[in-house]
């Protein structure tokens, strides 16, 4: 499985960005895809995430409202629109696979396959 991450900037508080994932490898039916992002100092935290199959979406309540995931299943690419961004949210962002074909959880742990991170700076 591969999961390459692309869409990172510097972006004004209160603009947008919307960064996309795209993945290859395998059929990812029945498993979830997520973002998560990681200040420096701070741990890996959970954002968003969504099953591949039916689309069941799940926010991080510091996102809610402002962030929307989706995937084109089509193009096995997933997306994270970012709106109303704030400076709290700069971070390294991250895409990532489930390990397993029911939703098990946020925790990073319950997610196997991880792309490279791309870097979002919202600047105040």
């Known amino acids: 499985v591969q999961l390459q991450a692309s869409g990172g900037g510097l972006v004004q508080a209160g603009g947008s960005l919307r960064l996309s994932c795209a993945a290859s490898?395998?059929?990812?039916?029945?498993?979830?895809m997520g973002w998560f992002r990681q200040a420096p100092g701070k741990e890996r935290e959970f954002v968003t995430a969504?099953?591949?199959?039916?689309?069941?979406?799940y926010y991080a309540d510091s996102v809610k409202g402002r962030f929307t995931i989706s995937r084109d299943s089509t193009k096995n690419t997933m997306y994270l629109q970012m709106d109303s961004l704030k400076p709290e949210d700069t971070a390294v962002y991250f895409c990532?696979?489930?390990?397993?074909?029911?939703?098990?959880?946020?925790?990073?742990?319950?997610?196997?396959?991880w792309g490279q991170g791309t870097q979002v700076t919202v600047s105040s």
């Open positions: 490898g395998r059929t990812f039916s029945g498993y979830s």
């Open positions: 969504i099953r591949w199959s039916g689309g069941t979406t």
């Open positions: 990532a696979l489930s390990k397993r074909t029911y939703w098990s959880g946020r925790s990073p742990t319950e997610f196997g396959f």
